[in-house]
């Protein structure tokens, strides 16, 4: 009998789901990193006093800013810092996804290992008899068109010998 856990997916491996969960908690980051700096390019437009403007004219409020903007920078800071945190571990998660799944040597697996995070990339691995593991991908923009694609070979000069 299985037990079903409410938001585990029971189709896919843990793995997966916890990587997407972490790139969906980057993506969060990302957004409020956006408006957070949205929010103090706002600040800044509006305690910069204009060319006409003097000291004794600007209203009281705009030295009321300042805190704003130290409050801004704080919070841009923990979201930075978040962020690189979460992308870290998702790097970490990656770097162990891809030691098992195909078995690749380091140079493809850094590479599968960079991208898989990519919405739109796909891999497969072939062998080939003279330069070992092929490792073929694309990447697909959200519109589906290729964005790249190409061939990397375990031993790439293996030909030349022959």
Partial sequence: MTEHSEGVDLER???DAQRDHYVRILEFYQHVRDILLQLRADVDALSTPSATTTQADRPEGVALL???TSALDEVLETARSGEGQIH???TRLLE???DGEDDLPPGLA???ADRASSPGFEYEVAHDPIRGRVLRWTEHTEDGWIRGSGLL???PHA???E
């Fill in 13 to 15: 491996p843990p793995q």
């Fill in 66 to 68: 300042t805190r704003l």
């Fill in 88 to 90: 870290r571990e998702l």
């Fill in 96 to 98: 162990e996804g891809t």
């Fill in 110 to 112: 850094r590479f599968v």
């Fill in 153 to 155: 070979y375990e031993n």
């Fill in 159 to 161: 030909w030349i010998e």
